[in-house]
């Protein structure tokens, strides 16, 4: 079974506006961390946001927003008056108790349209 | 702070060769280093974890003699494609433990292409 699902793999939004980026995961864990990446077309990985299994509130990092919800294992990034820049891969990662390594989502192609 | 670079960003070379990749925590110490790779469109794949002063931890699935990972300081891990041949073309990505939560930071990726 998928650990990291993220089911859309492209989405539009305009400039200003607000979005939601899926991601269900998969874990009979009960610590575990929930990271979201962002990748723009030079390749490189961007860490945008971070939520513990136990955090009793949802991230937040500026204009990112983690929509956490632990009963349904899902941890949705909300990014609120897109900019063109946001324009980039996002990718989904969860990492699991006794596991330093991540475990990657297959990733949503965001294009904010001016 | 928390800059991971990689060295070189793009690379071309003959089948049969073999090439380097140098992944480097600038402003950290990294005790453990992770190496990824991405084919195009796709998400990235953990091929082995670097630790340093001991041998790597393979992903399953990864030839541990063709993929060559040495981790001899704290700052520096490095990944040899031994004897390449084109389908190891791919986008490698190095990344270091670090900060808090064990934030993992990414280099800046090494496209390797294979001729």
């Given amino acids: ?114 | 702070g928390a800059v991971v670079s990689q060295h070189p960003s793009r690379v071309i070379c003959k089948s049969g060769t073999s090439v380097k990749i140098e992944c480097r925590s600038l402003d950290f110490q990294a005790t453990t280093m992770f190496w990824y790779r991405q084919f195009p469109k796709q998400s990235l794949m953990l091929m082995a974890t670097s630790n340093e002063g001991s041998k790597a931890t393979y992903e399953q699935g990864v030839e541990k003699d063709k993929f060559l990972i040495n981790h001899a300081s704290l700052t520096l891990s490095t990944l040899t494609v031994t004897s390449a041949h084109p389908e190891d073309s791919s986008f490698y990505i190095c990344s270091a433990l670090g900060g808090s939560a064990d934030t993992q930071y990414f280099g800046p990726g090494t496209r390797l292409t294979v001729l």
Avoid: H
Wanted: proline residues 4%; glycine residues 8%.
């Fill in chain 1, 1 to 114: 079974a998928q650990k990291i699902t993220q089911t859309q793999p492209g989405m539009f939004v305009q400039e200003k506006e607000a979005v939601t980026l899926d991601c269900t995961y998969d874990t009979s864990d009960p610590s575990y961390g929930l990271f979201w990446y962002k990748q723009p077309s030079s390749g490189e990985m961007i860490f945008l946001i971070y939520q513990g299994s136990y955090d009793q509130q949802n991230a937040t990092e500026g204009r990112y927003s983690l929509n956490f919800q632990k009963a349904r294992k899902s941890a949705n990034l909300v990014i609120s008056a897109s900019q063109l820049g946001d324009s980039a891969m996002y990718f989904c990662a969860m990492r699991e108790a006794g596991r330093r390594a991540l475990t990657f989502g297959s990733g949503t192609r965001l294009q904010v349209q001016p």
